[in-house]
């Protein structure tokens, strides 16, 4: 394989920079041209199309956001939109894909890959940590210590108040972000997609928090359950101690990527690309205890993501 195309597809996600550089300055090791396809599927069907060169990439790796840039593209799911896509690389040589994305990111891999013959690698490139094949995606581990900052800093407020602070953070259906940042910054519940709540159970939690010398409480809430201004209108009317909603939004998916997201970047990068080396396509890389795996990407995005309870029960014993 001479001759690949990289693109980076759906949301940002911190560590996608890193990413294309493992990629680029990997394929150039083994002798390939890289082109990259700006904007995601939307570029490939406009034929957004750019070389890419060691020096393309150079300066990145500790940037957020996406060099390539990125957008969803409802066209992608079409017939005429997919003909297209091949179109384009086919009028630029491509022998080779790297898509760095989510679950909808693959799908669109995996028609390239199965109905077309276009050898394509997906890269697990998304906060929402919502891919049950990977133990992490790209992005999780930055978002997770983002919402944590934030935490620790209205702790601080609501402790001099003596309030209830309800954070939304993101995920989509997936509540692994505040599972993961609500542990890590000692909140005192967590509310996520997965479990179903009991207002009145999470009020007897509070009091009784505070009748064992608590002068605040973190509830972190994740997106796909409710959001924060309606979960707290919902508390607060059941509680007498005042509840302060906070949103965290965009800020999760940017800033500089964490040194877990940098490593999963190279390692994801390159395997990539050693994957189109050897010939191989319709496989996604992933990491699972400690080791980076690949897989049919059929498999990968047919796997229905699990909760990890475990997590979640160590959150009930500790939090109080």
Avoid: W
């Avoid at 060169?53 to 940037?63: A, L, T, Y």
């Avoid at 001099?160 to 940042?181: F, K, N, P, T």
């Avoid at 964490?258 to 390159?270: H, I, P, V, Y």
């Avoid at 229905?304 to 029960?313: A, I, P, Q, V």
């Amino acid at each position: 394989m001479k001759r690949i195309g990289l693109l980076t597809s759906g949301g940002d996600a911190p560590g996608m920079n890193a990413a294309i550089r493992a990629v680029v300055r990997t394929a150039i090791y083994f002798g390939m041209e890289v082109y990259g396809i700006e904007r995601g599927y939307a570029g490939l069907l406009n034929d957004e199309i750019v070389p890419m060169e060691m020096r393309s990439v150079s300066n990145i790796v500790q940037c957020g956001g996406t060099k390539l840039r990125t957008a969803r593209c409802l066209e992608m799911l079409t017939k005429e939109g997919q003909e297209r896509a091949v179109a384009t690389l086919n009028k630029h040589g491509i022998e080779g894909l790297v898509v760095i994305g989510g679950d909808g990111s693959f799908r669109g891999a995996r028609v390239l890959s199965e109905q077309y013959g276009v050898p394509t690698i997906g890269i697990p490139g998304t906060i929402d940590n919502d891919l049950e094949y990977t133990d992490y995606t790209l992005g999780f581990d930055t978002a997770v210590n983002t919402c944590l900052d934030i935490i620790n800093k209205l702790r601080d407020t609501m402790t001099s108040h003596e309030r209830i602070s309800v954070v939304e953070v993101m995920g989509r259906h997936c509540g692994d972000i505040a599972l993961y940042s609500g542990i890590a910054s000692g909140a005192e519940i967590i509310v996520v997609p997965e479990i179903a709540f009991d207002i009145e159970e999470i009020v007897s939690k509070i009091n009784h928090s505070r009748a064992n010398g608590k002068h605040s409480n973190i509830i972190v809430i994740a997106e796909g359950v409710m959001g924060a201004e309606q979960f707290a209108k919902q508390l607060q009317s059941v509680t007498s101690y005042s509840v302060r909603p906070t949103c965290i939004g965009h800020v999760q998916r940017g800033g500089s990527p964490s040194m877990a997201d940098r490593m999963l970047a190279a390692q994801f990068g390159n395997k990539a690309v050693r994957l189109l080396a050897e010939g191989k396509g319709n496989r996604v890389v992933g990491i699972r205890n400690n080791q980076i795996i690949d897989m049919d990407i059929i498999e990968a995005v047919s796997m229905k993501k699990t909760f990890n309870h475990e997590l979640y029960e160590t959150l009930q014993m500790i939090s109080m």
